[in-house]
T-cell receptor, first 113, second 113 residues
Framework: DAGITQSPRYKITETGRQVTLMCHQT?????MFWYRQDLGHGLRLIYY???????DKGEVPDGYVVSRSKTENFPLTLESATRSQTSVYFC????????????FGPGTRLTVL | AQKVTQAQTEISVVEKEDVTLDCVYE???????LFWYKQPPSGELVFLIR??????QNEISGRYSWNFQKSTSSFNFTITASQVVDSAVYFC??????????FGTGTRLTVIP
């Protein structure tokens, strides 16, 4: 399917477990992003990537790991999930210019018990 | 520091009323971009508009209009003749180099039929 997809859409896990959220885009966009959305905070940037093998931290990177071996994929891993990481996670992508509009995936709702 | 303030947490209007959503931003950059996104109840984020810091012309798109004033660091969004389908959370965001988007906390608009 064309566009940007995320999987899973819903995930329940337990404290201390490792969780990986997947993001896939079909536009060959250079830039990809991970945000978390929490009530009262809007969306906050976790990590972003300007190209394959290039990643950088955003506003709230602690507890998260990313990789980007292929342009189209940008997985986000919670190495040891904590309850404070319960959130809705959005992946986004944008074209060559960094300030182009970002296109967002449908989101993953993660609950950490 | 970059900051986006959406002081209106929730707004309710009756259908066909006009409504303005406020957005005030802070930045020391001379070049930056401002965005509005819509998040309907289904949860996805929909891009509405991008404006760069050198373009202060107001924009109108159907029932939507945007007023960008650098003198007051504001980028307000007006919906004319609101409809039930406009019910959503609206986010204002500030973009700069390095692809960082700073989001406001959002304004939840409810249009009552």
């Amino acid at each position: 399917d064309a566009g940007i997809t995320q999987s899973p859409r819903y995930k329940i896990t337990e404290t201390g477990r490792q969780v990986t959220l997947m993001c896939h885009q079909t536009w060959s966009h250079s830039y990809m992003f991970w945000y978390r959305q929490d009530l009262g905070h809007g969306l906050r940037l976790i990590y972003y990537s300007a190209a394959a093998d290039i990643t950088d931290k955003g506003e709230v990177p602690d507890g998260y790991v990313v990789s980007r071996s292929k342009t189209e994929n940008f997985p986000l891993t919670l190495e040891s999930a904590t309850r404070s990481q319960t959130s809705v996670y959005f992946c986004a992508s944008s074209g060559l210019a960094g300030d182009d509009e970002q296109f967002f995936g449908p989101g993953t709702r993660l609950t950490v018990l | 520091a970059q900051k986006v303030t959406q002081a209106q947490t929730e707004i309710s209007v009756v259908e066909k009323e006009d409504v303005t959503l406020d957005c005030v931003y802070e930045t020391r950059d001379t070049t930056y971009y401002l965005f509005w996104y819509k998040q309907p109840p289904s949860g996805e984020l929909v891009f509405l508009i991008r404006r760069n810091s050198f373009d202060e012309q107001n924009e109108i798109s159907g029932r939507y209009s945007w007023n960008f004033q650098k003198s007051t660091s504001s980028f307000n969004f007006t919906i004319t003749a609101s409809q039930v389908v406009d019910s959503a959370v609206y986010f204002c965001a500030l973009g700069r180099g390095a692809n960082n988007l700073f989001f406001g906390t959002g304004t939840r608009l409810t249009v009552i039929p």
